[in-house]
């Protein structure tokens, strides 16, 4: 599961919304430059009542902690680094990543930092797409091999919906820990925000749930974030949210917060948290 990369190269933004190729790696053209992050978008409307099909397995054990509900199935022993790095993982915590953790983090001192720039155990900012999954609010969600998928908007995805109440964003984060990608079709996203991207140390996730829940919940919830080491993306306070989420100026009330973490076709935890300020 370990993944080494000596040189942990970071796609170069543009503006607000990330474009950029090489998600897989067929056409990189990636940069050493700090990259820029997008303000994750959710809205108020309602999704279609229709959707989200195929279902969640059914979990034995219960591996919660803090601010963290954890479901896992008899196959995490099958896969210990997993079932570790699960029992790690912090409570989020928007205040201390204002950016995204594919840059070092100040605030966060156990975050490490190599050469100066470079984040071994975090995460790239890839190919951003707003809105996702416009398509009759359908679509096919592919999660790489080895990748995450960060998703914000109203949702259904596997029979469990997100978005109903006012003031709610929903947060959506896809772990795949196998060498076989997989696509969940016919899902659910309302006018929403998607990222995916390669992360850097599959023995440490922790440190990329951790940080890619809390920026974006920050993003979310217009608290102080920073696009890169020097450019502020949302100042807070009373300023206008990046992305109006959850469909007003003044961001949302909290975020609900679910991360799931798959082996190819294999779904072997979902741990959910409550983000506010």
Request: aromatic share 6%; charged share 15%.
């Amino acid at each position: 599961m370990r993944r080494t990369v000596r040189s942990i190269s970071l796609l170069l933004a543009a503006g607000i919304l990330m474009v950029a190729v090489g998600c897989n790696g067929d056409d990189d053209k990636s940069s050493s430059t700090p990259t820029p992050t997008a303000a994750p978008t959710t809205t108020a409307t309602a999704v279609v009542t229709d959707g989200g099909t195929g279902v969640m397995p059914a979990f034995t054990k219960d591996a919660s902690h803090g601010e963290w509900t954890i479901k896992v199935n008899d196959g995490i022993d099958r896969d210990p680094i997993v079932r570790d790095w699960l029992s790690r993982v912090k409570d989020p915590a928007p205040q201390l990543w204002k950016t995204y953790p594919n840059i070092p983090n100040p605030d966060v001192s156990g975050f490490r930092v190599v050469n100066g720039t470079q984040v071994p155990d975090g995460v790239e900012y890839g190919v951003a797409n707003v809105p996702f999954c416009q398509q009759d609010s359908r679509c096919d969600i592919v999660v790489p091999a080895q990748h995450y998928r960060l998703i914000t908007g109203n949702y259904q995805f596997l029979g469990n919906r997100c978005g109903d109440n006012e003031g709610e964003g929903c947060l959506l984060l896809l772990i795949n820990v196998s060498e076989k990608s997989h696509t969940f079709r016919d899902q659910i996203v309302d006018n929403g925000f998607t990222v995916p991207g390669r992360y850097w140390n599959g023995d440490a996730l922790e440190w990329g749930i951790w940080g890619l829940v809390s920026h974006a919940s920050a993003n979310m919830l217009n608290m102080p974030t920073m696009a890169s080491a020097t450019q502020v993306l949302n100042p807070g306070g009373s300023f206008t949210n990046g992305g109006a989420n959850c469909g007003v100026p003044s961001g949302c009330k909290s975020v609900e917060a679910t991360v799931i973490v798959i082996a190819g076709d294999r779904i072997l935890a979902v741990a959910t948290s409550t983000v506010t300020k």
